[in-house]
């Protein structure tokens, strides 16, 4: 069975600076993984992926993540904060083997202070 | 850009009606999700659909939900008879198999059970 654990409900960071919401992940082989963001009151929107290759992976809005084999992880990242960066993040994994259905954490929601 | 559209957006009915939620997917996703949403729980699929067969309902409380295709371009959700507890967002979501990619949310219909 495939799992994701979000540790931390919670994030805050001051505007401009690094932000990290972390994932760690369980999974049959190699991963599929996926970060999603949730603003309030609508869907959740797809930010980045990671299939293969590089471990760092870039995507929509600045963000970027790091995949670990050694320690399960697929942190998400960000060099310098926004306010409007806030919102409901969820990481996801996929077992190759199981293709098309995701298993999401339980949400890390980032607030961004000015 | 192609999006999900789920109807309707809010619904507020009382405890033993019927609810009916709809969504179309993206045209020429073969795959569709029904999450729902809430504080308690976080997200959790309820039913997953690949080329309209339905392929993993077993999220989905059987006695009173029921979830089905009756074509490529709209998926129902229906709550019958609807409870309180049932008060969440329900989310929709398409996506494909062949190539990885995340998938493409619907805005969700938020619903209150009274």
């Known amino acids: 069975a495939q799992s994701v654990a979000q540790p931390e409900d919670q994030v805050n960071v001051a505007e401009g600076n690094p932000l990290t919401v972390k994932c760690t992940y369980s999974?049959?082989?190699?991963?599929?993984l996926f970060w999603y963001v949730q603003y309030p009151n609508r869907g959740l929107q797809f930010l980045l992926k990671?299939?293969?290759?590089?471990?760092l992976v870039k995507g929509s809005y600045g963000f970027e993540a790091e995949f670990n084999k050694s320690q399960t992880s697929f942190h998400l990242k960000k060099p310098s904060a926004l306010v409007s960066d806030s919102a409901l993040y969820f990481c996801?994994?996929?077992?190759?083997?199981?293709?098309?259905?995701?298993?999401f954490g339980d949400g890390t929601t980032l607030t961004v202070k000015p | 850009d192609a999006r999900v559209t789920q109807t309707p957006r809010h619904k507020v009915t009382e405890m033993g009606q019927e609810v009916t939620m709809r969504c179309q997917p993206i045209l020429g996703h073969n795959t569709v999700f029904w999450y729902r949403q809430t504080m308690m729980q976080g997200l959790e699929l309820l039913a997953y659909?690949?080329?309209?067969?339905?392929?993993?309902d077993s999220g989905m409380p059987k006695d009173r939900f029921s979830a089905e295709m009756p074509d490529a371009t709209l998926a129902t959700l229906k709550i019958q008879p609807s409870e309180p507890r049932d008060s969440a967002v329900y989310f929709c979501a398409s996506g494909l198999v062949r190539g990885v990619v995340g998938y493409t949310f619907g805005s969700g219909t938020r619903l209150t059970v009274v």
């Open positions: 659909f690949r080329n309209r067969a339905p392929l993993d």
């Open positions: 996801a994994v996929r077992d190759r083997t199981n293709a098309g259905k995701s298993t």
């Open positions: 999974v049959s082989g190699n991963p599929y």
């Open positions: 990671y299939i293969t290759g590089d471990n």
